[in-house]
């Protein structure tokens, strides 16, 4: 599969103009279209029914990054309590569950990825310090168990660490994970040690991890270079040859 996210502005919404403009312009079809979501108490307004049957129109599938930010929550949250934390003790159970219909009545295959990185401090959801790991694994898996009951089977789990040394303990279970979702961004000259790094370089520790793990499809769920040098081109053959040829679980 071949993915793009191509937003027209800083909303998190692929443009499906852009996908048909780019997709001319290298000949080649997506077959999926990543957007990110956040979560908002009042779903009707916010959920972007016409774009996802736009995106199934074209005989694509929708990859939902769904980003557990609360803002909209604020005027009810009294308690002091980690957002995972409230996700396991049922505080946002209605939502969830309006969520969870609003996929199923899809009625096709659809991509959520659920509170990304959980393991980076940049997020306000992330499972840092004492308790950070339980606290995500069970408002994950209360998360997919409400998704199971009302049946929503056409949902596709994204699992998505953000560094290879977490993958081991926030492991929430093969049942509870569909896909795997890594990251693999090179940053060039603004990475933490100055260097650029290949993709083989940035996603070989994850796929060591991997392979203690039960065999699941890993999906590159955020892929590119900045252009340093003009070797953007270089590096994202090289990168599309170690897929091909190195790493079959992709």
Not at 63 to 82: A, C, G, Q, R, Y
Not at 97 to 109: C, M, V
Not at 134 to 163: C, G, L, M, Q, S
Not at 233 to 248: G, R
């Amino acid at each position: 599969y071949l993915g793009i996210f191509a937003p027209k502005n800083d909303n998190g919404i692929t443009s499906l103009k852009n996908v048909k403009e780019i997709s001319r312009q290298i000949d080649e079809n997506f077959d999926i279209i990543s957007l990110y979501i956040a979560w908002e108490k009042n779903i009707e307004p916010n959920f972007p029914q016409s774009l996802l049957d736009s995106i199934y129109m074209q005989k694509s599938i929708p990859m939902i990054t769904w980003e557990p930010w609360l803002n909209s929550f604020e005027s009810e949250l009294n308690v002091n309590k980690h957002v995972f934390e409230l996700i396991a003790d049922g505080y946002f159970d209605n939502y969830l569950t309006s969520f969870a219909e609003k996929l199923k009545n899809l009625q096709r295959p659809v991509f959520l990825r659920f509170a990304h990185e959980f393991d980076n401090p940049f997020y306000p959801w992330y499972a840092g310090g004492e308790g950070g790991v339980e606290k995500f694994k069970k408002a994950w898996i209360h998360t997919y168990e409400i998704f199971k009951d009302i049946e929503a089977n056409n949902v596709i789990w994204i699992w998505n660490p953000w560094k290879p040394e977490n993958v081991a303990s926030f492991y929430p279970g093969k049942e509870y994970v569909d896909w795997i979702g890594v990251n693999v961004l090179n940053y060039g000259l603004l990475n933490q040690d100055g260097q650029g790094h290949g993709f083989k370089e940035l996603y070989e520790p994850f796929h060591n991890e991997f392979s203690n793990l039960p065999s699941t499809p890993v999906i590159i769920s955020e892929f590119g270079t900045l252009k340093d040098n003009q070797k953007q081109d270089e590096w994202l053959v090289n990168a599309f040859a170690s897929i091909e040829n190195e790493y079959k679980e992709i």
